[in-house]
């Protein structure tokens, strides 16, 4: 079964800095991939999704996430964080199957200080 | 479109009570899917639905019902409520691929 590992429960960053959010997941083979970010009191909003191909992903934003098949890693990037982007974060990961069903990392909680 | 509509927005039940939590989606997705999300835990999978008339359980479904007569609807029925369904739930639907869509989802208070 595939599982999914957000090692940071939460991140505190300066408006304007870079921030940087880890996601690895556990699968036998390439699984669909997902970071979802969800604003206090609201449902979860798609930021951007890995099927194949190109590696690096571009999301709404401005987020983009690199898949590493030799770390089993998806991690986010923004290069520069607004006070809007303090949010909860969630990986999330899917083999593909035909019930689509997803697995989700516990979440990272982000600070933005000003 | 609506896309997923849940309701209602919060709810407090007394122990033992029993509720039905409404989904429905107009999107004409094929599959659904309720989650349960608690604090540091993510959201774990209850039940989902690969269309109408087919239910199958995730990996949280004690305590829970669905039920799936049209493709529209997915409701989750609570009997005997628990402190421990203290949660906020979601439903999610997609129409034939992994990238699901969210309500906005149901807080529920049991005490």
């Known amino acids: 079964a595939q599982s999914v590992t957000q090692p940071d429960i939460h991140i505190t960053v300066s408006e304007g800095a870079s921030l940087e959010l880890r996601c690895n997941y556990s699968?036998?083979?390439?699984?669909?991939l997902f970071w979802y970010v969800q604003s206090p009191g609201q449902g979860l909003q798609l930021l951007l999704k890995y099927f194949s191909g190109d590696t690096l992903v571009q999301g709404i934003k401005g987020f983009e996430a690199e898949f590493k098949r030799s770390q089993s890693s998806f991690n986010l990037r923004k290069p520069s964080v607004h006070w809007s982007d303090a949010a909860e974060y969630f990986c999330a990961v899917g083999p593909g199957t035909n019930d689509y069903k997803l697995s989700f990392g516990a979440g990272t909680t982000v600070t933005v200080r000003a | 479109n609506a896309g997923v509509t849940q309701t209602p927005k919060f709810r407090i039940l007394k122990i033992g009570q029993s509720m039905t939590l409404q989904c429905t989606q107009d999107?004409?997705?094929?599959?659904m899917y309720w989650y349960r999300q608690d604090p540091g835990m993510g959201l774990k999978l209850i039940y989902y639905?690969?269309?109408?008339?087919?239910?199958d359980k995730g990996e949280v479904p004690n305590g829970y019902n669905v039920s799936r007569s049209t493709t529209e609807d997915f409701p989750l029925r609570l009997e005997l409520a628990a402190p421990s369904q203290t949660s906020v739930y979601f439903c999610a639907s997609t129409p034939r691929g992994p990238e699901q869509y969210f309500g906005p989802g149901t807080r529920l208070t049991v005490t």
């Open positions: 699968y036998g083979a390439t699984p669909y």
């Open positions: 639905s690969v269309g109408a008339g087919i239910t």
């Open positions: 999107m004409n997705h094929n599959y």
